[in-house]
């Protein structure tokens, strides 16, 4: 496993942006497809984002499309999502994780989690 530390969230007015960053310890962050998901109160965990290892495959919510960005940097060990147009519907905690690929379509299948960051939406 390896460890995951989110920053960047807080309160932003609707239309806003915030760029959450993911920093994980160890020397195979590359090996790992790195991803968001969200989990609102009283909701299930959702899948935002996914980036694979090198960057190549991106694979994005519908409900992002278009106004988030995932983006990592390998040699920081760090994965970004930047958040542009945001709505109030975006308030959720978000969990960074590192997998592989595949794993992705279940968060139950999710090996390392981050501690979470609040994004709060309001005016």
């Known amino acids: 496993q390896v460890q995951l530390v989110e920053s960047g969230g807080g309160l932003v007015q609707p239309g806003g942006s915030l760029r959450l960053s993911c920093t994980a310890s160890?020397?195979?962050?590359?090996?790992?497809?790195m991803g968001w998901f969200r989990q609102a109160p009283g909701k299930v965990r959702e899948f935002v984002a996914v980036?694979?290892?090198?960057?190549?495959?991106?694979s994005y919510a519908n409900f992002v499309k278009g106004r988030f960005t995932i983006s990592r940097d390998n040699t920081k060990n760090t994965v970004y999502l930047q958040m542009n147009s945001l709505k109030p519907e975006d308030t959720a905690v978000y969990y960074c994780?590192?997998?592989?690929?595949?794993?992705?379509?279940?968060?139950?299948?999710?090996?390392?989690w981050g501690q979470g960051t609040q994004v709060t939406v309001s005016s």
């Open positions: 980036i694979s290892g090198s960057g190549a495959r991106i």
């Open positions: 160890g020397r195979t962050f590359s090996s790992y497809a």
């Open positions: 994780a590192a997998a592989d690929w595949r794993d992705y379509s279940n968060y139950n299948n999710i090996g390392s």
